[in-house]
């Protein structure tokens, strides 16, 4: 589901950042649920695997952020660590 230059379609971009920013116009009305299943649904049209783009790592961090704000420390960090998995992410290592 690639177009020639490895990214994704227009229809299925122009549909991810419409939900993005719906969700961002939800969580700055501190809709917090709301924001989060707008995030989730575009993630959804990601073309598996899903981690292989970017939009999968600000998605998945926005969802932590809104998760974070909600009081809801186990799903921000959850998403936090899809975040960390997707492209462009930083791989969490070990502390020693």
Known sequence: MLNQDGLLPDEIYAEVERLS???NGLLE???YQGAIE????ALTLL???R???DAAMWLHTSI???AYQ???DETALAAFLEASRSAGGQVIR???
């Open 29 to 31: 009305a501190t809709d």
């Open 47 to 49: 073309p598996e695997p």
């Open 94 to 96: 070990s502390c020693r």
């Open 70 to 72: 909600a009081g809801d």
């Open 64 to 66: 932590g952020d809104a």
């Open 51 to 53: 981690a292989i783009w």
């Open 38 to 41: 707008a995030w989730t649904t």
């Open 21 to 23: 920013a719906r969700g």
